[in-house]
């Protein structure tokens, strides 16, 4: 089965730094995706990681630690627009699932 | 080019009644999935596609969910009969292949049973 850990929420200054946690236990381990997800919106894809490391994307990136079950989403510069949920999603064989998210408030 | 698009972006029912969303991937993509999510809770999976045939359906609910992709293209999703409880977003996602490929939602049917 599958089981993911994230803060449920976090408040952050714009400008700054902010880190978003994830811990993860799941069968088949192929992966581990981030998402974003604005209220009302489609979730949209942020990142993948399949092998350990920091993936960086702009002014987002992603650490995967598979022997922990552990990753994290690292954005910088925060802005306003950057309020939204964000999703972990590790996939086991083929199927993704998703953690409740983490619900990310920039603040001025 | 068009992205995943779902219809209808609203729908209320009355409990007991039937409804049938419907899906319709970017062209070419062979995998779809049906994700839910019920207020306050965390999206959860459905079931997954590839081209016509079940590939895992084993997050639906009960037998009152009916999912099916003939032909391999557009797939629905019809639950009969509505109970209070399937009242969430549900949406849909393809991707060209399966492991570690990107899926790309559509914006969600939000399902309401009163």
């Known amino acids: 089965g599958q089981n993911i850990d994230q803060p449920t929420e976090m408040t952050a200054t714009e400008g700054a730094i902010v880190q978003i946690n994830c811990t993860y236990q799941?069968?088949?381990?192929?992966?581990l995706f981030w998402y974003q997800q604005h209220a009302g919106e489609a979730p949209t894809f942020l990142s993948y990681?399949?092998?350990?490391g920091l993936e960086e994307k702009g002014r987002f990136s992603s650490f995967l630690s598979r022997s922990k079950g552990y990753s994290y989403l690292l954005l910088k510069e925060l802005q306003m627009k950057d309020s939204a949920s964000y999703l972990c999603?590790?996939?086991?064989?083929?199927?993704?699932?998703f953690g409740t998210g983490t619900k990310l408030q920039v603040i001025p | 080019e068009a992205g995943v698009t779902q219809f209808p972006s609203h729908s209320v029912i009355e409990k007991g009644q039937t409804v049938t969303l419907r899906c319709d991937p970017i062209?070419?993509?062979?995998?779809l999935y049906w994700y839910r999510r019920v207020m306050g809770k965390e999206i959860k999976f459905l079931l997954h596609?590839?081209?016509?045939?079940?590939?895992?359906e084993s997050g639906m609910p009960n037998n009152r969910f009916l999912a099916e992709r003939t032909g391999g293209t557009y797939s629905t999703l019809k639950v009969q009969p509505a109970e209070l409880e399937d009242s969430g977003v549900y949406f849909c996602?393809?991707?060209?292949?399966?492991?570690?490929?990107?899926?790309?939602f559509g914006q969600g049917t939000r399902l309401t049973v009163v």
């Open positions: 596609f590839v081209k016509e045939s079940k590939q895992d």
């Open positions: 990681n399949v092998l350990d």
């Open positions: 999603a590790p996939r086991g064989y083929q199927k993704v699932t």
């Open positions: 799941t069968s088949g381990f192929n992966g």
């Open positions: 062209s070419g993509h062979d995998n």
């Open positions: 996602a393809s991707s060209l292949g399966s492991v570690g490929t990107e899926a790309f």
